[in-house]
């Protein structure tokens, strides 16, 4: 039987986890190394976890005359996006075929996008201010002293815990212990992404965002 630990407790922030390493390793030699430990453990945490917590809805408004809008940096990847009232889908294509079938110079209203790098482009180029409602996977920041806490750490501490402690485990060249507490972050894992999956709701709401940002 899986055991999930889900706790929304505040006091368990990246110092509480970074004490929990420390403690649970034996070791008070890793101050300068556990940060760099739990960054590595997000990294792993974030091709495991598939949590619906990551998705959002939210604005992008267009600038008259321009092709293009700055998406945020926090964007995985863009589910579906649409001119609400206007164009219930904005079909994605390909940047090349965007390319060959859109000119920049001539406007009108957008029914196409493509990305590249962190920009969002729009095809016909805008002629009016379009408020377009994007349905996007957003990435959890990772934790740091001004940011100590994000939406794993309060909903699945053992997640990011064993994680680390696997991560810590390796530095420290414990073969049988990184092995058993890997065998506890999968099963964290686990459990955690059944839950995900099985829930049910709205999605969460991000703010909206005006002209002048020109940002998703």
């Not at 995985?76 to 994605?92: A, W």
């Not at 806490?149 to 990011?160: D, E, G, M, R, T």
Request: proline share 6%; charged share 20%.
């Amino acid at each position: 039987m899986t055991i999930v630990v889900q706790s929304t407790a505040t006091n368990r922030d990246y110092t509480w986890l970074k004490g929990q390493i420390a403690a649970w390793m034996h070791r008070s030699d890793l101050t300068g190394e556990i940060p760099d430990l739990i960054y590595l453990a997000e990294i792993r945490i974030r091709s495991r976890l598939k949590e619906r917590v990551n998705d959002f809805i939210g604005t992008i408004s267009t600038v008259i005359n321009q092709q293009y809008a700055v998406l945020p940096s926090d964007l995985v990847s863009i589910k579906s996006l649409s001119i609400p009232g206007v164009q219930p889908n904005l079909e994605y294509i390909d940047p090349d075929k965007f390319n060959a079938l859109f000119d920049p110079t001539v406007g009108g209203q957008p029914r196409c996008y493509t990305i590249v790098k962190d920009q969002l482009y729009l095809g016909p180029t805008p002629d009016a201010v379009y408020t377009l409602q994007a349905m996007y996977q957003a990435d959890v920041p990772n934790l740091t002293d001004l940011a100590p806490l994000n939406s794993i750490l309060a909903k699945w501490p053992n997640v990011y815990l064993f994680s680390a402690l696997t991560e810590a485990a390796d530095y420290s060249r414990n073969l049988p212990l990184r092995d058993s507490f890997n065998l506890r972050f999968l099963d964290a894992i686990d459990g955690a992404n059944l839950v995900e999956f099985n829930e049910s709701g709205p999605l969460r709401v991000r703010i909206d965002y005006g002209v002048n940002s020109h940002v998703a």
